[in-house]
C-alpha cells in the first residue's frame, strides 16, 4: 500500500492492453507479411493478366454481354474473385457469384478501370497489341513464340458484313522476343484487326510458309508475324536487334533480299474491318477539319490501300489541327466497336480476417498465450491489491460478532490505507460508545435506585409508624420524585432527537430577561453551595426563539457551572448582541477547576463525564450537555465550549434572531 490503488489497477489494465496490443500487431503483422510474401509478384502477375485480357475482350467486342465465362475462366486460372461493374455500381459479371446464392460484398475501391479506349494510342503505333484479332500460328510458335492456352477464347465483332473468326488461342511473344515496327511511318490503326474467318486462316498459312522460307534460308533467328511485323530471337533479351518491316524498308534496309522475298506482301495488307474503320476515321477527320476551315487533301497510301488526309506542311496550324482532328475521329469511329467503360474489382473484401487460411491456428495460439499472460498478471496483482481488503473484510466480521478491540495494521498512504484508518477509527467510536453505554446504563441504574430506595424506605417507615408523615417528609418524597422526573424528561429528549422529533415552537421572546429568569431559579442552590450566581443582559434582547427549550438548554449550563465551582466562586451569565453578525449570544462562565484538553471534543457526546464519580455532587447522568447541544441546533444555532485548567469554563450559544427561511418557501 505505498502508491496510489488507481494508479496500480490503471498501471495493471495498461499492462493488459498492451500485451493484448502487441499480441494483435504480432498477428497482424505476420498474416499480412507471409501473404505479401507468398502472393505480391503472383497477385501483379496475375491482375495485369487479368487486366490485359478483359481490354481485349472490351476492344474485341461492342459491349460486356457474354463477358462471364471470360470472367469465371480469369478467376479459375488466378484463383482470385473478379467481377465488373458500370461506372454506377451495376454488376456486369461476378466469379463469386457464379455458383449461385448472394456473392460478398465487393471491395470499397477497383482495382482498376476497363476503359477499351485508353490503350487505342498503342494501336496507332504500328503494333497490333490485344484489340486485334488473335490467331494461333503454329510456325511462328515454333520459331521461338509462345501460344498461351490460359486466356479465354474472345469472339470479335467485326465491322458490318464481315464474319467472325473464332480462336482457340492467343499468341504472346515470349521474354526473348520483340515486336518490330516500321521506320518513321505510323499507322493508324493495325492491319490485321478483327479478322473474318477467312482472313485469318489466309494470314496462318501465310505466316506459316513464311517461317518455313525462313528456316530454309537458316535464319533461324527471325520469326514473322500475323500482322507481317518481323521477330529477331535472341538468347540476350538486352542483345535483341530491332529489324524493320520488309514491305517499308527503303534504301536503308537491313534486311537481304532473300529475307524480303520470304515475306509476302497480303501479311502488311489491311484486313476488312481495318478498312471500315479506315473510312469512318478519314471521314469525320475530314469533317472535323472542315468545321476548323482547314483544307486537307485525301490520297490513299500504295503500300496499304488506306486513306489518308494530308495539309500543307508549312502550316503550323493545320498541323495542329490535323493532329488533334484524327485523334478525336479516332475514338469517335472505334467507339462502336467498343464496349463501354467498367470498374473492375479483384478479390472479396478489404477486411483483414486473421480466421482464413492458417491464420486461425496463430490466431487461436496467441489468444491463449494472452489469455494466459493476462490472468497471471491480474492473479499476482490482484492477490496483492486484494490483500488489505481481505484484511479488513476479516476485520470486520470480528467487529461485528463482538470483538470491539479488533484493529487493522495501517502502512501506506493510498485510498486502501485511508479506509484502513476509518476502520480503526470506526473500530474505537463503537469501542467508546459501547463503553458509555455501559456506564450509561450503570449511571441511570444508580441514579434511579438512589432515589427509588430513599422514597420507599420513607414509605415503609411511614405505613410501619416509625416515622410520622409530616410535612418534612412528604418535602423529601418531592425532592426525590423531582429527581426521577428531571432524569426521565432527559432521557425522553433524547430519544425524541434521535428520532427527529424533537420539535420547537418559535415565538419573539425576550431573551435577556429569560436570563433573568434562569438566574433567579438556580438562585437557592447557588447560594447553598456558596456560589455567587450574576447575569449580565440588556434591557431588552428580542429573538425568534421557543422559550421553554431556551430556557432549558441555558438552564442546564448553569445548573453545571454552580455545581462544578464550588463555594467562593462567581457563575456569570451574560446576554449579548454580535455587531458583526447580529446573533444572539449568551456566555455562562465559572470559576471552577476547569476543563482538560482531551475532554472537550467529547464533551457534548452523550453519557460523557469528566468526573465518573457518581456521588451527588459531583456525579450527573452525562445527558445534561447532549440535550443542550441538540436544543440550540434545533434553533439553527452553535454551542461552543472554552476551558483552561485552574481557570474555569465559557460555554457559548449562538442564535439567529430570526429563524432561516426554507428552500422554497414564499
Same mark, same amino acid.
Given at each position: 500500500?505505498?502508491?496510489?490503488?488507481?494508479?496500480?489497477?490503471?498501471?495493471?489494465?495498461?499492462?493488459?492492453?498492451?500485451?493484448?496490443?502487441?499480441?494483435?500487431?504480432?498477428?497482424?503483422?505476420?498474416?499480412?507479411?507471409?501473404?505479401?510474401?507468398?502472393?505480391?509478384?503472383?497477385?501483379?502477375?496475375?491482375?495485369?493478366?487479368?487486366?490485359?485480357?478483359?481490354?481485349?475482350?472490351?476492344?474485341?467486342?461492342?459491349?460486356?454481354?457474354?463477358?462471364?465465362?471470360?470472367?469465371?475462366?480469369?478467376?479459375?486460372?488466378?484463383?482470385?474473385?473478379?467481377?465488373?461493374?458500370?461506372?454506377?455500381?451495376?454488376?456486369?459479371?461476378?466469379?463469386?457469384?457464379?455458383?449461385?446464392? *448472394?456473392? +460478398? %460484398?465487393?471491395?470499397? @475501391? &477497383?482495382? !482498376?478501370?476497363?476503359?477499351?479506349?485508353?490503350?487505342?494510342? /498503342?494501336?496507332? #503505333?504500328?503494333?497490333?497489341?490485344?484489340?486485334?484479332?488473335?490467331?494461333?500460328?503454329?510456325?511462328?510458335?515454333?520459331?521461338?513464340?509462345?501460344?498461351?492456352? *490460359?486466356? +479465354? %477464347?474472345?469472339?470479335? @465483332? &467485326?465491322? !458490318?458484313?464481315?464474319?467472325?473468326?473464332?480462336?482457340?488461342? /492467343?499468341?504472346? #511473344?515470349?521474354?526473348?522476343?520483340?515486336?518490330?515496327?516500321?521506320?518513321?511511318?505510323?499507322?493508324?490503326?493495325?492491319?490485321?484487326?478483327?479478322?473474318?474467318?477467312?482472313?485469318?486462316?489466309?494470314?496462318?498459312?501465310?505466316? !506459316?510458309?513464311?517461317?518455313?522460307?525462313?528456316?530454309?534460308?537458316?535464319?533461324?533467328?527471325?520469326?514473322?508475324?500475323?500482322?507481317?511485323?518481323?521477330?529477331?530471337?535472341?538468347?540476350?533479351?538486352?542483345?535483341?536487334?530491332?529489324?524493320?518491316?520488309?514491305?517499308?524498308?527503303?534504301?536503308?534496309?537491313?534486311?537481304?533480299?532473300?529475307?524480303?522475298?520470304?515475306?509476302?506482301?497480303?501479311?502488311?495488307?489491311?484486313?476488312?474491318?481495318?478498312?471500315?474503320?479506315?473510312?469512318?476515321?478519314?471521314?469525320?477527320?475530314?469533317?472535323?477539319?472542315?468545321?476548323?476551315?482547314?483544307?486537307?487533301?485525301?490520297?490513299?497510301?500504295?503500300?496499304?490501300?488506306?486513306?489518308?488526309?494530308?495539309?500543307?506542311?508549312?502550316?503550323?496550324?493545320?498541323?495542329?489541327?490535323?493532329?488533334?482532328?484524327?485523334?478525336?475521329?479516332?475514338?469517335?469511329?472505334?467507339?462502336?466497336?467498343?464496349?463501354?467503360?467498367?470498374?473492375?474489382?479483384?478479390?472479396?473484401?478489404?477486411?483483414?480476417?486473421?480466421?482464413?487460411?492458417?491464420?486461425?491456428?496463430?490466431?487461436?495460439?496467441?489468444?491463449?498465450?494472452?489469455?494466459?499472460?493476462?490472468?497471471?498478471?491480474?492473479?499476482?496483482?490482484?492477490?496483492?491489491?486484494?490483500?488489505?481488503?481481505?484484511?479488513?473484510?476479516?476485520?470486520?466480521?470480528?467487529?461485528?460478532?463482538?470483538?470491539?478491540?479488533?484493529?487493522?495494521?495501517?502502512t501506506g498512504r493510498d485510498e486502501v490505507a485511508r479506509l484502513g484508518h476509518a476502520f480503526n477509527a470506526m473500530a474505537s467510536s463503537i469501542e467508546e460508545n459501547e463503553?458509555?453505554?455501559?456506564?450509561?446504563?450503570?449511571?441511570?441504574?444508580?441514579?434511579?435506585?438512589?432515589?427509588?430506595?430513599?422514597?420507599?424506605?420513607?414509605?415503609?417507615?411511614?405505613?410501619?409508624?416509625?416515622?410520622?408523615?409530616?410535612?418534612?417528609?412528604?418535602?423529601?418524597?418531592?425532592?426525590?420524585?423531582?429527581?426521577?422526573?428531571?432524569?426521565?424528561?432527559?432521557?425522553?429528549?433524547?430519544?425524541?432527537?434521535?428520532?427527529?422529533?424533537?420539535?420547537?415552537?418559535?415565538?419573539?421572546?425576550?431573551?435577556?430577561?429569560?436570563?433573568?429568569?434562569?438566574?433567579?431559579?438556580?438562585?437557592?442552590?447557588?447560594?447553598?453551595?456558596?456560589t455567587e450566581l450574576v447575569v449580565a443582559a440588556p434591557s431588552a434582547v428580542v429573538a425568534d426563539v421557543d422559550p421553554v427549550r431556551l430556557r432549558q438548554a441555558l438552564?442546564?449550563?448553569?445548573?453545571?457551572?454552580?455545581?462544578?465551582?464550588?463555594?467562593?466562586?462567581?457563575?456569570?451569565?451574560?446576554?449579548?448582541?454580535?455587531?458583526?453578525?447580529?446573533?444572539?449570544?449568551?456566555?455562562?462562565?465559572?470559576?471552577?477547576?476547569?476543563?482538560?484538553?482531551?475532554?472537550?471534543?467529547?464533551?457534548?457526546?452523550?453519557?460523557?463525564?469528566?468526573?465518573?464519580?457518581?456521588?451527588?455532587?459531583?456525579?450527573?447522568?452525562?445527558?445534561?450537555?447532549?440535550?443542550?447541544?441538540?436544543?440550540?441546533?434545533?434553533?439553527?444555532?452553535?454551542?461552543?465550549?472554552?476551558?483552561?485548567?485552574?481557570?474555569?469554563?465559557?460555554?457559548?450559544?449562538?442564535?439567529?434572531?430570526?429563524?432561516?427561511?426554507?428552500?422554497?418557501?414564499?
Amino acid at each position: 500500500m505505498r502508491r496510489s490503488l488507481f494508479v496500480r489497477l490503471l498501471v495493471l489494465f495498461l499492462g493488459v492492453a498492451v500485451i493484448s496490443i502487441a499480441a494483435t500487431a504480432w498477428i497482424t503483422t505476420q498474416s499480412t507479411s507471409q501473404r505479401l510474401r507468398g502472393e505480391f509478384e503472383s497477385t501483379l502477375e496475375a491482375d495485369s493478366e487479368i487486366y490485359s485480357a478483359l481490354i481485349a475482350y472490351a476492344q474485341g467486342h461492342d459491349s460486356w454481354d457474354g463477358v462471364g465465362p471470360v470472367v469465371d475462366d480469369l478467376a479459375a486460372a488466378t484463383g482470385s474473385r473478379v467481377a465488373l461493374t458500370d461506372p454506377g455500381g451495376d454488376v456486369l459479371a461476378d466469379s463469386a457469384a457464379t455458383g449461385g446464392g *448472394d456473392a +460478398p %460484398p465487393l471491395p470499397s @475501391t &477497383p482495382t !482498376a478501370e476497363i476503359d477499351p479506349m485508353t490503350p487505342l494510342a /498503342v494501336m496507332a #503505333g504500328g503494333v497490333s497489341i490485344a484489340a486485334a484479332q488473335p490467331m494461333a500460328v503454329e510456325s511462328w510458335s515454333a520459331a521461338g513464340g509462345e501460344v498461351a492456352d *490460359d486466356v +479465354p %477464347p474472345s469472339t470479335p @465483332t &467485326p465491322g !458490318a458484313g464481315t464474319e467472325t473468326a473464332p480462336s482457340d488461342d /492467343v499468341v504472346r #511473344g515470349n521474354a526473348d522476343a520483340t515486336f518490330v515496327g516500321s521506320a518513321g511511318l505510323p499507322l493508324s490503326m493495325p492491319l490485321d484487326w478483327r479478322l473474318t474467318e477467312a482472313e485469318a486462316a489466309a494470314r496462318e498459312r501465310l505466316v !506459316a510458309e513464311a517461317n518455313a522460307c525462313l528456316q530454309r534460308l537458316g535464319s533461324e533467328e527471325l520469326a514473322v508475324s500475323p500482322d507481317g511485323m518481323v521477330l529477331r530471337i535472341s538468347p540476350d533479351p538486352a542483345a535483341t536487334v530491332l529489324e524493320e518491316k520488309p514491305l517499308y524498308v527503303t534504301e536503308t534496309t537491313t534486311l537481304d533480299s532473300a529475307v524480303h522475298d520470304c515475306v509476302p506482301e497480303e501479311l502488311s495488307m489491311p484486313s476488312e474491318a481495318s478498312q471500315a474503320l479506315n473510312r469512318e476515321q478519314v471521314r469525320l477527320t475530314g469533317e472535323c477539319l472542315a468545321s476548323a476551315g482547314v483544307t486537307a487533301t485525301p490520297r490513299v497510301a500504295s503500300e496499304t490501300g488506306l486513306a489518308q488526309l494530308t495539309v500543307d506542311p508549312d502550316d503550323p496550324v493545320a498541323l495542329a489541327t490535323l493532329a488533334e482532328c484524327s485523334v478525336r475521329a479516332n475514338e469517335q469511329a472505334m467507339e462502336p466497336y467498343l464496349a463501354d467503360p467498367a470498374l473492375l474489382y479483384i478479390g472479396s473484401t478489404d477486411r483483414f480476417d486473421a480466421f482464413t487460411g492458417g491464420g486461425w491456428v496463430r490466431t487461436a495460439l496467441t489468444g491463449l498465450g494472452v489469455l494466459a499472460a493476462a490472468t497471471g498478471v491480474t492473479v499476482l496483482a490482484g492477490r496483492r491489491l486484494s490483500h488489505p481488503i481481505r484484511t479488513l473484510t476479516a476485520a470486520a466480521q470480528q467487529l461485528a460478532a463482538g470483538g470491539r478491540g479488533t484493529r487493522v495494521e495501517v502502512t501506506g498512504r493510498d485510498e486502501v490505507a485511508r479506509l484502513g484508518h476509518a476502520f480503526n477509527a470506526m473500530a474505537s467510536s463503537i469501542e467508546e460508545n459501547e463503553r458509555q453505554r455501559k456506564a450509561m446504563v450503570s449511571d441511570i441504574a444508580h441514579e434511579l435506585r438512589t432515589p427509588l430506595a430513599n422514597v420507599r424506605g420513607y414509605l415503609e417507615a411511614a405505613e410501619d409508624g416509625v416515622v410520622p408523615m409530616d410535612a418534612q417528609l412528604v418535602s423529601s418524597l418531592l425532592e426525590e420524585s423531582t429527581l426521577l422526573q428531571r432524569l426521565i424528561d432527559d432521557l425522553q429528549d433524547l430519544a425524541l432527537a434521535d428520532a427527529g422529533m424533537l420539535r420547537v415552537h418559535r415565538e419573539d421572546t425576550d431573551v435577556a430577561e429569560l436570563a433573568r429568569q434562569v438566574v433567579a431559579a438556580h438562585q437557592p442552590s447557588a447560594a447553598s453551595s456558596g456560589t455567587e450566581l450574576v447575569v449580565a443582559a440588556p434591557s431588552a434582547v428580542v429573538a425568534d426563539v421557543d422559550p421553554v427549550r431556551l430556557r432549558q438548554a441555558l438552564g442546564n449550563l448553569v445548573a453545571n457551572a454552580v455545581q462544578y465551582s464550588g463555594a467562593g466562586s462567581t457563575v456569570l451569565v451574560r446576554v449579548a448582541r454580535d455587531a458583526a453578525t447580529g446573533d444572539v449570544v449568551l456566555a455562562v462562565r465559572d470559576d471552577g477547576p476547569g476543563i482538560a484538553p482531551e475532554h472537550l471534543e467529547h464533551l457534548f457526546d452523550r453519557f460523557y463525564r469528566t468526573d465518573t464519580s457518581r456521588t451527588r455532587a459531583t456525579g450527573g447522568s452525562g445527558l445534561g450537555l447532549a440535550i443542550t447541544k441538540h436544543l440550540v441546533e434545533a434553533h439553527d444555532g452553535t454551542v461552543t465550549v472554552s476551558s483552561m485548567v485552574g481557570a474555569g469554563s465559557t460555554f457559548t450559544i449562538r442564535l439567529p434572531v430570526h429563524a432561516p427561511v426554507a428552500a422554497g418557501a414564499s
